[in-house]
Nanobody
């Protein structure tokens, strides 16, 4: 069992930066893939970025070059550094985890979820 807690959301102006953090419980967290999803008002939850247990990363096209996902297995944390934020990045951001090496972009394939942290980007 893995429990995930996100933090770091807030209000920022367009062009600004935020760093989200996902803190995980569990001794085997290093063997899990971790992803960030987001859900904007009236929209479905969408994949943002993922990092494998071997630190391979994958991003949705809309955030490539602006967001960076990283992990610190010693601290059981995964971070999402978000730069050059745009109003369309406004959403609730969720951390998700699944055991194994794959990191599919569909939310139904992820086993564990945090409660979410809200990011608002003003224009």
């Amino acid at each position: 069992q893995v429990q995930l807690v996100e933090s770091g959301g807030g209000l920022v102006q367009a062009g600004g930066s935020l760093r989200l953090s996902c803190a995980a419980s569990g001794r085997t967290f290093s063997t899990y893939a971790v992803a960030w999803f987001r859900q904007a008002p009236t929209k479905e939850r969408e994949f943002v970025a993922a990092i494998s247990r071997n630190a391979l990363t994958y991003y949705v096209d809309s955030v490539k070059g602006r967001f960076t996902i990283s992990r610190d297995n010693a601290k059981n944390t995964v971070a999402l550094q978000m730069n050059s934020l745009k109003p369309e990045d406004t959403a609730v951001y969720y951390c998700a985890a699944r055991p194994g090496g794959a990191y599919p972009p569909t939310d139904r394939e992820w086993n564990y979820w945090g409660q979410g942290t809200r990011v608002t980007v003003s224009s």
